[in-house]
């Protein structure tokens, strides 16, 4: 009863994804000189290169052929400047913000600067992943969550496609990158590693990494005074775990699971394209001149991509090569495959025919979807969530835009907004042991090894919802003082004589096809 | 001279052209053009945005004849280009003033 009452009473930091970890020293007497996995950092590699795919060409083709032939240059040239920023941007200063320690009260929301252009960052520093002496090279790690922070400011471009000026996007995307990625990277997927959970004396220098010299010290006594009592040993660790947690993501111990990035990427992204849909206002001509996509192959080609590429996202997201990856993956083809069936068939009943454009939609939101669900769900719940989710966006871009009357020119918001909302609840649900989940895992032991946490689905479903909310409400507020910036100072929109002429050949002084 | 312009569906092109060879026309002019008549468009969907396409692709062809050819070119363009359903198109006889050969400076019927 005692226990249970403990082990209750605080969500023992779960199972995340794409987590750092910190590993203070070269050696100690824990781990033997700890060495990189190559296999794992073989995959890693892979992994990321994948995700760099998505973005480019990618995501990049996927609007790129939807917007009309006049406007494709400048889509193209959103995403690839975007990338670029982002990816300097990065090893200035973001990889430090989003994982690291940060200081005082801001500290379970934004990392330092101890880390600003990779200072102390070398071939041989070492990251964690999520299992107990295994480590991956830092540098790795700084890649692969690049390519995260670079891909998700591109997805934004499709909500104000058409008609916003390339210095404001610019400008836009650089605040946003600050003050919505950063903390929301920070707060969910920031955390002490998995050793630092290990309360045993072979460990020490990782606990007093997580808890400073004294507490070490004490809790090893506390420890040791349990004995053999298992409630006491329970005791010890649940409170050795709060301590171990303390400089951890606010949205991480809260024990909101994002595997991959359902709110980090998809909400974040998505509730920024809202805000930027409604503040650059209607395309010219919407709902009397035709608009439709001018190349749908060009998009099917980006869709693929995509799809190919979210290997990497997802699967690399384990950031190791072994069956929780091999899971992830499965999952991904399953959630996308069972969303893009779903989109065709709501589609096919809805509108006497099933369009290719429908079906890429509906993989792109089964993609979205499965992000944060991947590494917790189970194959079954994958179809479930993709499925779902596919539904629902369907319903979400027909229904939303003409309701509330904005230009979410490529749905943005339906498909990443919606989507991610939908994936990151139902993570909550499916990832239930009894829904064929992996369930929750307590790393706290006074060993190598880890346990199974309990889950509770009301409990869990409030630590999605936290996560959902706060990516709405930050990324919301961000985007709404960046737009307002940009507004003021070079403008939003491009004039009307430029945009119907056309951005590429206004912004960029050229044509995609001559 | 008569100048005759035509609206037919794309895939009679060649029939008429095979048509108008036949009889003697050797000069052809064929642009891709868009239009309707009484033939209804159909209706596009782009996920969530619906475009009502009123306009059906057609092929134009403009022929510059004698005058005595003329009604035998637009029998010929007639009869080739029919399928009995709506959307077979029309045939504009319109009088042409001169016509003028570019290599030679050529004028007139031998122009033609």
């Known amino acids: 009863m005692e226990r249970l009452e403990i082990t209750k009473r605080r969500i023992i930091p779960p199972l995340l994804g794409a987590g750092l970890g910190l590993l203070t020293m070269a050696s100690n007497a824990f781990a033997a000189a700890p060495v990189p996995n190559k296999g794992d950092t073989a995959w890693m590699l892979v992994a990321t290169a994948f995700v760099v795919m998505m973005t480019y060409p990618g995501l990049a083709l996927f609007y790129g052929g939807l917007v009309r032939s006049k406007n494709v240059l400048s889509i193209l040239m959103q995403v690839t400047t975007t990338f670029c920023m982002i990816a300097i941007l990065w090893v200035l200063f973001g990889y430090s913000v989003a994982f690291t320690n940060g200081s005082g009260a801001l500290a379970p929301f934004v990392g330092g600067f101890s880390k600003a252009f990779l200072a102390g960052v070398d071939p041989t520093t070492l990251a964690t992943t999520f299992s107990k002496e295994t480590y991956l090279p830092e540098y790795v790690y700084v890649i692969f969550q690049m390519t995260f922070a670079c891909i998700t400011p591109a997805l934004i471009i499709g909500a104000f496609a058409e008609r916003m000026k390339f210095s404001a996007v610019l400008i836009f995307m650089f605040i946003w990158f600050c003050f919505s990625y950063l903390p929301m990277a920070h707060m969910v997927w920031w955390w002490a590693g998995p050793d630092a959970y290990t309360l045993a004396q072979a460990n020490l220098d990782n606990i007093k990494a997580a808890v400073g010299d004294a507490s070490a010290t004490d809790f090893l006594a506390k420890l040791a005074a349990a004995g053999a009592d298992k409630a006491k040993i329970a005791e010890v660790l649940s409170s050795y775990s709060d301590a171990a947690g303390a400089m951890n993501g606010w949205l991480y111990n809260k024990g909101a699971l994002d595997f991959a990035g359902g709110t980090v990427v998809h909400i974040n992204a998505g509730v920024a394209g809202l805000v930027a849909a409604i503040m650059c206002g209607k395309r010219i001509g919407l709902n009397k001149e035709p608009m439709a996509p001018h190349n749908l192959v060009t998009t099917l080609i980006g869709t693929g991509l995509l799809f190919v590429g979210w290997f990497g996202f997802n699967a690399g997201s384990n950031l190791e090569a072994n069956g929780s990856a091999a899971l992830a993956f499965l999952n991904t083809i399953l959630g996308t495959c069972g969303a893009a069936l779903a989109w065709s068939a709501a589609e096919w009943v809805t509108r006497k025919h099933a369009s290719l454009l429908g079906a890429a939609s509906g993989a792109v939101a089964g993609l979205v979807a499965i992000t944060p669900a991947c590494g917790f769900v189970g194959p079954m719940g994958a179809i479930a969530v993709g499925a779902i989710a596919a539904v629902i966006c369907y319903t979400a871009v027909l229904k939303l835009k003409p309701l509330f009357g904005y230009d979410d020119a490529l749905d943005v918001f339906g498909v990443h907004g919606i989507g991610g909302m939908v994936g990151a609840i139902l993570t909550g649900v499916f990832v239930s042991p009894a829904l064929g989940g992996v369930g929750l895992v307590n790393y706290a032991a006074a060993d190598n090894t880890t346990s199974v946490a309990p889950y509770v689905m009301s409990a869990q479903l409030w630590s999605q919802s936290q996560a959902v909310l706060t990516a709405i409400i930050l990324s919301g507020v961000v985007s709404f003082i960046a737009l307002t910036i940009c507004k003021y100072t070079v403008g939003l929109r491009v004039d009307e004589q430029t945009e119907r002429e056309g951005l590429d050949i206004a912004e960029h002084g050229e044509r995609a096809f001559n | ?112």
């Open chain 2, 1 to 112: 001279m008569k100048y005759i312009i035509a609206i037919i569906k794309p895939f009679k092109l060649e029939e008429v052209r095979e048509a108008l060879s036949a009889i003697g026309v050797q000069g052809i002019t064929v642009t891709e053009v868009k239009g309707h008549g009484r033939q209804r468009g159909h209706t596009e969907f782009y996920r969530g945005a619906e475009y009502a396409v009123s306009f059906v692709p057609k092929v134009k062809i403009e022929v510059a004849v004698e005058s005595a050819l003329a009604a035998k070119v637009v029998e010929a363009i007639q009869t080739a280009g029919k399928t009995g359903q709506i959307g077979d198109g029309k045939v504009f006889v319109l009088p042409l003033e001169d016509a003028i050969r570019v290599r030679t400076g050529e004028t007139g019927a031998s122009a033609l």
